[in-house]
């Protein structure tokens, strides 16, 4: 009798089941943040493991504005479950594109 990692209705058990990478959580991150706030994520700041999933902060183009140097950024702390599925999000900070502030 062979030895499986699967249930008896095939799916895989809960202990065994495969979990996301980096990269795919990084992307699914952005992607997921863009389509609830409409904004487009321009870059992952930082990135980290935590207890139950993934802390990231993902700098968004909230307002774009000519010279491209005054349009609006804002900096989102995502959260996200093991699994890659975002549970939380909030806005740390906006700014604009051309000025740098030594705050995080």
């Given at each position: 009798?062979a ?8 799916n ?17 991150a952005?992607?997921q ?14 990135f980290?493991?935590?207890?139950n ?22 900096s ?12 939380g ?16």
């Open positions: 009798m030895n499986t990692s699967e249930n008896p209705s095939g895989k058990s809960k202990s065994q089941e495969e979990l996301p990478g980096a990269m795919d959580v990084l992307h699914g952005r992607a943040l863009a389509e609830l706030t409409g904004m487009t994520a321009e870059s992952v700041s930082s980290e493991s935590a207890e999933g993934w802390v990231l902060r993902i700098e968004v183009l909230e307002l774009a504005r000519v010279p491209d140097t005054m349009s609006l950024l804002a989102y702390e995502v959260e996200l479950d093991r699994h890659g599925k975002l549970t999000y909030r806005r740390l900070r906006r700014y604009e594109r051309g000025r740098a502030d030594g705050n995080p």
